[in-house]
Structures are given as structure tokens and as C-alpha cells.
């Protein structure tokens, strides 16, 4: 039993029967065979095995069907139905010697379930019921290992630690992982050494190298193999790339790589840009934005910067006028920082650097300017023409002091009344003027630089005309009053006022003498009661103080009543 135990365990591509036992072991066993295949009701067999790829030219041996009721003269026949009967296995239905037709593959198949029945020869009966059996198809190392992806992509932080994880590969072996070592792989790398390890056994990826600078190399490609047969020789084997790509960190600071002495117009407007500046950062993305900042000193008052987020310009913003003639040039200093640091490079040093930026103002040919912003001048009426008023000033402030010459804008000064000294700038009367018909004239003085007669400037002046005595004072109408005869002492008892034609001087009034006794004068032209009057004409002299004092008379009848109250 032990021998035919050990017969049917065998792994080949026989049958396990007993004719194949040594003849010394038919005689020891035949009684208990029996007795063991019972449940088989004669039949002698086990599984086969049938090798995969067979190469052969003649079909493949594959094993032997045989019962204990075949007596060996040829009175039993085998039969074979089920998977593959006949187009792949077939049977020699006198000795039950199986062969396979064609060549096998596990991957394809692993195993074919199939009948066998025995029969009597002469009766066509069945010997035996019908029984079921299987045919393994023995594994080869015939399958390489596959990755199931590839190429892979991985990326990994420059400056990482060695041993830092990247990724992970995997290959799969088609062959039977429980036969041999033919799906048992083991990983290696061939390329991207000494930068990357893989682990043989998980085919994770790891880096090899401390402090690869994404700088310097940004981009790696490992191949990595797979091999069957646990690595050893003859083993099949499979190939995969990984392209790895350091990610940026935050390890350089920006770098300036010259000083900037732009040339600005003194004419540039605040608020424009006048000059820009970079400073370079190896880093990319958000490592490497840069903020800029002027120094405290020369320019911070004049100027201003900003970062280009497009492009990581630092430009330069005029803050206040320039001036060439008050200071031709400025000189500061601008710092570049990155706005995101990261703690792990700080002991690497400051991540800043200093740029000198000088400032050179260009000069501009400029207007001339006048060095008042308006003018106010007075004139008596009546002075003669040709009588100097008044002056203007305007020089040229460029370096290169043109000439200034002067004229008066026509449209201001239609009836020519005034005119100017081109070369000296004094104004002058052309006529006669008259205080009543023009008391103020306002006229444009204009300010040509000779050097180039495009630039040019203006100024208000505005003329005053003074009045002189030339009318003796009238009043306002006719004037009559009453006054009672009981009227108190300082009572007001009329009031009047002079015509418009003589204004501005100081009025004042007397009485004729000659025609009054009881009142007096008052200078806001009223009369008072001073005594118990009669009835009288008076003669109101109102008078115009001046150079030219001129007096005028007029009567004004005054009619006392005498009223008891």
C-alpha cells in the first residue's frame, strides 16, 4: 500500500496503476488493493499531469487508464469523453495509454475534466459506471513578469533625507505561484543608481542620495526590473521605467544680478513707473516670489516699488515732482526677499539680497515761470499813455537759462489799452483810462522762451483803475422838509445822499452862513435843530475832499411850523 501511495503521488505525466509497481509488490498488495480502490469498483488511477509548452514530435504521453477487471486478452475497451476528448487528449481504447495531441498552455488552461468508462469488448457493456478524472497541466516558467503600469511617474522633494519613500512598482507572473519559484520575482534596479533603491521583495522606491538639488538635475529615469525565479540565473525577467522629478523647495534666496541706473524725464508723473529691477530666484512657483522693499535713506521719499506678479519685476513708482534743477540724481538701496520661507533652509543665511539703485533725472526743456502766480496793479484815470504800471518776471529754470519774452494775449486786451516791454516785461498805458467806464481790467501776460517758442507760459494781471476828482458832488434829487416848531434840540429832521457820478472819496457838508443861524452841519448829511428856528432857506454846500477839492450849492427850502403839542 505504502509503494502505491508513493506511485500516485508522484508528480509525472504516467499513470498511477499497478502494473507499474515492481512484480514483487503485485503479489504483497493485489489482495488490499481491492479492498482500498473499492470505492473506484476496480478502476487504478489518479490525476494526471501533462507538461505545458511540450516541443515534441510526437504527441505528449500523458498516462494510462486501466482496471482490475482487464485480464490482458483484450476483452476491454476504454472510451474518454468530456474536455478536450478527442481534440486534444485521445485514448488507444485496448491498453488505455493517454496522449495529448498539441501543446498545452497553463495560463490558458490550468486543468481538463474528463470521463472514462470501460466495457466489455464482445458486449459493449459497461464494466464499470462512468468516472470522472482530471488532467493537470503541469506549470513552466514560461511567462516573464509584467508591470501592470508603465511608465511610471513619480516626484519626490529635492533636498529630501536619504530613504525618503518616491513610489512603488509592481509586476505580476502569470506562471503557478505554488509550483517552484517560476512567479516568485524579485526587483532590481538597473539604471538610477546611486540616486534610487528599490526593495527587491515590495518595489518600493526609495532615494538613495541626500540632498539632490532640484537646481542642478530636476528630472531622473530609473529602470527597474522584475525577475522571476527569485532573481536566479535562467529566471525570466520584465523591465519598467519610473521617471521621477525632484519638486521645488524653498532653498536659494534671490539674487540680483547688477545694480539699475535708469534715466527719468524730470517731466515723469507721479504715479508712473520709472525704472525696474529683478533679482533672479532658481526656485520656481510660489518659492520663488519676491517681494522688494526700498532701504530707508535717499529715495524712500521719492519713490515707491512693487512686485510684477507676472514676472517678478520689482517696478519702480514715482511718488513725488522731479526736479533736474533741484537734484539731478538718487541714490538708494532695494532688498528682494522671497515672501515664503521655509524653516528647514534658514541656517543656509539670509534668504534676501541688496541692489544700489541710482536714479539719473533727465533734464527737460521746461516753460519759463513767472515768479508770482497772479499780479494785481493800480492806475489813476486820466494818466497819460506811455506811464509804466507795473513789471512782470519769468526766467527759464533749465540749465541751459533761454531768454524770456513777453506779450500781452490780445484776447484779453482787445481795445489795446496796455502794453508790455518784450525783453524787460513792464506794462504800460496806451491811452487815457477812464475809472466810469472801466473801473478793472483783467489781462494775460504771456511768457515765450526763445530758445524754443513752443514753451510758453501765462499769468493773470488784473489793472485797478483809480478815481480822480474830476465832478463836483450833485445830490441825489430835490430835497424839502418841514420842522415843527416845538422840534427838540439834536433832532434829525432831513437826511440825503449825493449822486453816483463821484464815488470813493470822502463827502462833507457845510451851510451857507448867510442863510442860517439856528442849525448846524452834520457830516452823513443830515441837519439837527439847534435853536428855536423861523422858517429859512438854506443853501446845502456838500463838498469832496481830495487834491482837486470841488464844492457845489444847492437851496433846500426849510418851512418851520410852529404847532403846540
Known amino acids: 500500500n505504502d509503494m502505491l501511495l508513493q506511485i500516485c503521488k508522484c508528480p509525472v505525466a504516467v499513470a498511477c496503476q499497478i502494473c507499474c509497481a515492481p512484480n514483487r509488490v503485485m503479489s504483497q498488495t493485489k489482495q488490499n488493493l481491492k479492498e482500498i480502490i473499492r470505492v473506484k469498483r476496480g478502476w487504478v488511477w489518479n490525476q494526471f499531469f501533462v507538461l505545458e509548452e511540450y516541443m515534441g514530435s510526437d504527441p505528449q504521453y500523458v498516462g494510462k487508464l486501466h482496471t482490475d477487471l482487464d485480464k490482458g486478452d483484450n476483452a476491454v475497451k476504454y472510451t474518454l469523453s468530456g474536455d478536450g476528448a478527442g481534440s486534444i487528449f485521445t485514448i488507444d481504447q485496448t491498453t488505455g495509454d493517454i496522449h495529448a495531441l498539441r501543446s498545452l498552455d497553463r495560463e490558458e488552461k490550468p486543468y481538463y475534466t474528463l470521463r472514462a468508462q470501460a466495457v466489455d469488448i464482445n458486449t459493449n457493456r459497461p464494466l464499470e459506471p462512468e468516472s470522472e478524472f482530471v488532467i493537470k497541466v503541469q506549470d513552466i516558467n514560461d511567462n516573464e513578469p509584467k508591470f501592470l503600469e508603465g511608465p511610471y511617474m513619480a516626484s519626490v522633494p529635492e533636498m529630501s533625507p536619504v530613504g525618503t519613500y518616491v513610489t512603488q512598482v509592481t509586476a505580476t507572473d502569470a506562471d503557478d505561484p505554488t509550483y517552484g519559484n517560476s512567479a516568485r520575482v524579485v526587483y532590481s534596479i538597473l539604471h538610477g543608481q546611486p540616486y534610487f533603491s528599490v526593495d527587491p521583495k515590495t518595489g518600493v522606491i526609495k532615494t538613495a542620495l541626500p540632498n539632490m538639488d532640484r537646481e542642478v538635475k ?151 515761470v513767472f515768479n508770482k502766480h497772479s499780479y494785481v496793479m493800480d492806475v489813476y484815470e486820466d494818466t497819460p499813455a506811455g506811464t509804466i504800471i507795473g513789471a512782470v518776471t519769468a526766467q527759464d529754470l533749465d540749465a541751459s537759462s533761454s531768454p524770456v519774452r513777453y506779450s500781452i494775449d490780445w484776447k484779453s486786451d482787445l481795445d489795446s489799452y496796455f502794453d508790455i516791454d518784450p525783453v524787460e516785461g513792464t506794462i504800460s498805458t496806451n491811452e487815457l483810462l477812464d475809472r466810469e467806464s472801466i473801473a478793472q481790467h483783467n489781462i494775460s501776460i504771456v511768457a515765450t522762451k526763445l530758445s524754443n517758442p513752443v514753451l510758453t507760459s501765462r499769468v493773470a494781471v488784473t489793472v485797478h483803475v483809480l478815481d480822480i476828482n474830476e465832478f463836483p458832488p450833485e445830490l441825489a434829487s430835490h430835497y424839502e422838509t418841514f420842522v415843527c416848531e416845538n422840534a427838540k434840540i439834536g433832532q434829525v429832521w432831513i437826511s440825503w445822499s449825493l449822486s453816483q457820478l463821484s464815488l470813493g472819496e470822502r463827502q462833507g457838508y457845510t451851510l451857507d452862513r448867510q442863510t442860517t443861524s439856528h442849525t448846524h452841519t452834520h457830516s452823513y448829511g443830515q441837519f439837527r435843530v439847534t435853536n428855536q428856528p423861523d422858517i429859512h432857506v438854506l443853501t446845502g454846500e456838500p463838498c469832496k475832499h481830495g487834491e482837486n477839492m470841488q464844492t457845489s450849492h444847492r437851496k433846500v427850502p426849510n418851512g418851520f411850523q410852529t404847532k403846540n403839542l
Open 218 to 368: 530636476e528630472q531622473y529615469q530609473v529602470l527597474i526590473q522584475a525577475k522571476d525565479m527569485g532573481g536566479q540565473l535562467g529566471g525570466l525577467a520584465g523591465t519598467t521605467t519610473v521617471n521621477i522629478t525632484l519638486s521645488d523647495v524653498n532653498d536659494n534666496p534671490p539674487r540680483f544680478s547688477k545694480s539699475e541706473c535708469p534715466l527719468v524725464p524730470e517731466s515723469s508723473a507721479v504715479g508712473s513707473a520709472v525704472g525696474r529691477i529683478k533679482a533672479h530666484d532658481l526656485d520656481i512657483g510660489k518659492n520663488a516670489e519676491v517681494e522688494y522693499t526700498i532701504v530707508p535713506g535717499d529715495g524712500g521719499a521719492m519713490f515707491d516699488i512693487t512686485t510684477n506678479e507676472h514676472n517678478q519685476e520689482g517696478i519702480i513708482i514715482l511718488k513725488r515732482p522731479l526736479d533736474y534743477e533741484t537734484k539731478k540724481a538718487y541714490t538708494f538701496k532695494v532688498d528682494a526677499s522671497n515672501a515664503y520661507l521655509d524653516p528647514r533652509f534658514q541656517s543656509f543665511g539670509a534668504f534676501k539680497d541688496t541692489a544700489t539703485v541710482k536714479i539719473n533725472v533727465l533734464d527737460v526743456d521746461e516753460p519759463p
